[in-house]
């Protein structure tokens, strides 16, 4: 989930000692510092965060409709393959959601999942960043068939620090909730069909917690990296309060603040469902891969009605499927290696060894954070892109003329790739301009995190080998409709200013005197409260 996010996982990115977890995507999870380090953004670069009617007039330039038909007519086809004999795996339509200002504006896709008999989709953020399935509605408890409440719970912190009275080290991003287990099917929402199960696999449900994701259209989380980041708590029997496991120290802006209560407790991983299932699948010899694929249509995202799921951008391919699909065979793979965390794979981490931008002469290596944990990686559930650049080489880039970025090109990503091969990322430089002035990619400084977030998605279809440890990206070939959009002014991808630089035309106004002066406020009141 990762990114600027409050989650409400049960199994998820870290275990409770994980402290060095605030160094990863969740850096900003708290939703008031998520949606004032947007509102700060479009006020320093002189923009304001509410649309305009050109946001409809790129919405209705990519018609969504159109794009869920796209998506819609690929799962058909892969479905019949399977269903033929002639391809083993599956494929599901995948939705879409951007979060209001309140929750940092926020994207994800989301997959529907059902607990048996409970008639009625859970809408769960699907995420590499965490391997922890979670759901956030309780009353489910007493619906749901067939499932058993294990001797297991959890407890977990996100975010950065907050200070209560009397103890400096307190969060108001958690989730606490009982871990049961049973049959979870995925649920294909446009033909009402069930598509694939995932059996007695462990899942959370919550009894307490404070998460963007249990927010708006959202109804929890699937986590799909692996299981050494699956973490719970041994208690002394099922019938266990999970509420005990959060100490509140204080409350600030109503919000619950305190840290988890778990040290007496003995930690316990489990298996993460999809890993499991994979495995399960690859060992009974339906499958002989591993992996998962990810694909999203990103252009058609732009314009999206906040909280609302929009279904059918994106799909999920399983098993041998992620590595024979038409997105996959289309255009070229570059295999790129996965790295372990303390011995132990539980993140899709990368090894970073140079950015290149050829128009300006420039390359950038040393990249040694990417020796780290949790500094270098790709993460579906990260609304951004962060680059390890100093922030004045993003406000150069900003303010240079719209002719130029396209005669300068691209910046070229180089990572370690397997078998000692180099997987390099081509990004245009006037669309990664764009998504600066969305705040959709940021610079982190030379020493900063690495994350290729989910505007990549523009680019490239992802598939993540979990029996190799690789990570394969894909480039898309996109339509002329869509490369015109994404390049040219006239059809709205870019807007030119006075002077020839970018203006985020995707429908940002300039800010009033009074929306600066209530940011200005709340940028004291987050000084304060940090």
Known sequence: MHMTRDYTLFLSHQSTSYSSWTRKR???NMKLSSALATL???QRHGHSIWASAEDLERKLLLNQADAAKRVDDVVKTAMESVSAGDAHGVALPLN??????????EQQLTMALRLPGVERDQHVVIDTGSSSLAFCD???IDEAVSITKTDYAQCITYGATLSCPNDPSAYNTFSAGQIFQGNITAYNTNTGKNIASMDEVYFGISSKEQSFLCDGPLNGIIGVAYSALNDGVSVPSPDFNSLSLWSQYCEIDNKSVGTCNTADLATVTLPAPL??????????????????????DYAATIGSEYDTIVPSLGIFFGGNMALNNTFYNSGTPQVALGLPCRNKYEWYMLKLDSIRMPGLNMTQSGFSQCNECVKCYTDSGTSWISLPLPQSQCNDLVNTKVDTLKILGSMLLDIEGANSSTVTLSLPLLWLVEQMNLNRVRCSGASGDFILGFPLFQYYYLAFDMGSKTITFVDLQLSNEIEAFLGGTKLGGNKESSSGTIEPSSGYHVCSTNSLIAISFLQLVLQYIL
């Open 40 to 42: 700060i953004f479009f």
């Open 275 to 296: 890993e499991q299932t994979l495995k399960e699948d690859d060992e009974s010899g339906y499958i002989s891969a591993e992996a998962f694929g990810l694909y999203c």
């Open 96 to 105: 879409y959601v951007v979060l209001s200002g309140s929750e940092g504006y």
């Open 138 to 140: 309780g009353s489910v």
């Open 26 to 28: 969740k850096l900003l």
